[in-house]
């Protein structure tokens, strides 16, 4: 089993994935894991969307639509199709007097990057997408969002490619600590 340090260490993103993914109960159960994140008031102010097949292609649609101007008519953006898995990360704010919205959006971005090293942990690449796109109206209506929901992204999931050279990418240099920590 490795560690969370070594875990947090190794993490990497990949932008190309193979078809490969995992299935929803292999989902389901890491995503059993990533919920454990601190949750000030165990409110679980988040939920995930599971897109695959069909699913990908209309959320190209509403990208394409968000993209049109002046009702000209575009092609669906081929973005979503990148992995065969999409996994969206929708913060849903729960009323409180305790915990502010900020809070709650910090616990939904937790359990998405827990996830993320559960899931690269299993053998899987990921890469977290953001942009524009999850402010867009037409995006929220397609993944059915509520009127306190925001769409914080999507996890890209697909099989870990082979490297050309055989030798691997390594891990990925650490950040210089010393200079983000502030003794006072």
Known sequence: MTSARHAAAARRSYSKV???APTHEQLVDLVAAAGRVAD????????????RGDARVRLGEAIAATESRGGEHRAPSTKPLRAPL???IVSSRRHSEKVPGWEQDAVASGVAHVLSLLLDEAGWGVIWRTGHYTRSKTVERMHGLGKK???LGWLYVGGKPEQRDGKGEGAPKLVDAERLITVL
């Open 18 to 20: 193979t078809d490969a």
């Open 86 to 88: 999409l996994i969206a």
């Open 149 to 151: 929901e925001g769409l």
């Open 40 to 51: 000030h008031s165990s409110l679980r102010p988040w939920r995930l969307i599971e897109l």
